[in-house]
Nanobody, 124 residues
Framework: QVQLVESGGGLVQTGASLRLSCAGS????????LAWFRQAPGKEREFVAS????????YYKEILKERFAISKDDTKSTLFLQMGNLKPEDTAVYYC?????????????????WGQGTQVTVSS
């Protein structure tokens, strides 16, 4: 059973930056895709970004790619999401997810493992 633990959320002001981390229990995510999703109150969970662990190929929700960057640390099996110029509409619970497939997938139902989430709140 793969475990994912997110950290790094918090309360920030508009325009601030945050870096989220997701520590995975799997020693080797080769052949996997890891992703970040977010869910705001009353809204569906939405795709933010994913990364193919084998070669680091990222994929972003188009409107976020200029402000968000996904990355990984192979040695620590840790996923990151660097978020910049945060806006109130970025307020949500951010989740880390993983699937043992290499194909890009933005549907949350295609991800097998999830973290508990970390709250990001951006005040105006």
């Amino acid at each position: 059973q793969v475990q994912l633990v997110e950290s790094g959320g918090g309360l920030v002001q508009t325009g601030a930056s945050l870096r989220l981390s997701c520590a995975g229990s799997e020693r080797n995510f080769d052949g996997w895709t890891l992703a970040w999703f977010r869910q705001a109150p009353g809204k569906e969970r939405e795709f933010v970004a994913s990364i193919r662990w084998r070669d680091g190929q990222p994929y972003y929700k188009e409107i976020l790619k200029e402000r968000f960057a996904i990355s990984k640390d192979d040695t620590k099996s840790t996923l990151f999401l660097q978020m910049g110029n945060l806006k109130p509409e970025d307020t949500a619970v951010y989740y880390c997810a993983a699937r043992p497939r290499v194909r890009i997938e933005i549907d949350p139902n295609e991800y097998f493992y999830w973290g508990q989430g970390t709250q990001v709140t951006v005040s105006s």
